[in-house]
């Protein structure tokens, strides 16, 4: 048990549907992440929340949308998507976002997620 | 263009010997470097790091190793185990920042 739970575990969805990939972490963090992972690709991070609020937004198309109602839960809201997102999505939480290098990433299983 | 680079996607060892997974980066404010572990159906977790100002850093049958001016950093586990078959990432970090590597599978043969 990591602390840190995602659902649904898998998704197939077509490009005009709209779903969400949902995330809870039970570690008592402030910040939340998420991430794509590609077959034979580095992790991508996409968003970064701390205390509730978007810090960083790598370049995401805005097909997908983040939404982060509380510290304990993030979102991420998909729209429109394209074959080429289908990849595994990963959320990670840490207890701040002062710096990564003495506060390691906590991650949740994944959303093993397929645009058909 | 990729800041840490895992160029072994795969490799294979015997039980009871001695796994090496190698990491190249071309930053050089990574000021830290982690190695993360993952299985299939899980996300990453955490395994060991070490501080861009020490070359060494040991726990228990992890070492993990940093040459600097090679820009380079290896993750040695000895005496390797089954249980040890993963994907395992390296990443670094500045400031904020957390770069992954693409990850090695390791897969440890009985």
């Known amino acids: 048990e990591t602390g840190v739970t995602q659902t649904p575990r898998h998704l197939v969805m077509g490009m005009t549907n709209k779903k969400s990939l949902k995330c809870e972490q039970h570690?008592?963090?402030?910040?939340m992440y998420w991430y794509k992972q590609s077959a034979k690709k580095p992790l991508e991070l996409m968003f970064v929340?701390?205390?509730?609020?978007?810090?960083e937004n790598n370049s995401v198309p805005s097909r997908f949308s983040p939404e982060c109602p509380n510290s304990s839960h993030l979102f991420l809201h998909l729209h429109t998507l394209q074959p080429e997102d289908s990849a595994l999505y990963l959320c990670?939480?840490?207890?701040?976002?002062?710096?990564?290098?003495?506060?390691?990433?906590?991650f949740g299983p994944g959303t093993r997620l397929t645009v058909l | 263009d990729q800041q840490v680079k895992q160029n072994s996607p795969s490799l294979s060892v015997q039980e009871g010997r001695i796994s090496i997974l190698n990491c190249d980066y071309t930053?050089?404010?990574?000021?830290?470097f982690l190695w993360y572990k993952k299985y299939p159906a899980e996300g990453p977790t955490f395994l060991i790091s070490?501080?861009?100002?020490?070359d060494k850093n040991e726990d228990g049958r992890f070492t993990v190793f940093l040459n600097k001016s090679a820009k380079h950093l290896s993750l040695h586990i000895v005496p390797s185990q089954p249980g040890d078959s993963a994907v395992y990432f390296c990443?670094?970090?500045?400031?904020?920042?957390?770069?992954f590597g693409a990850g090695t599978i390791l897969r440890v043969k009985s």
């Open positions: 070490i501080s861009s100002i020490k």
């Open positions: 929340y701390s205390l509730e609020e978007r810090v």
């Open positions: 570690l008592g963090h402030n910040a």
């Open positions: 930053n050089s404010m990574f000021d830290y």
């Open positions: 990670a939480s840490s207890q701040d976002r002062t710096g990564t290098n003495t506060d390691t990433q906590y």
């Open positions: 990443a670094a970090t500045y400031g904020n920042k957390l770069v």
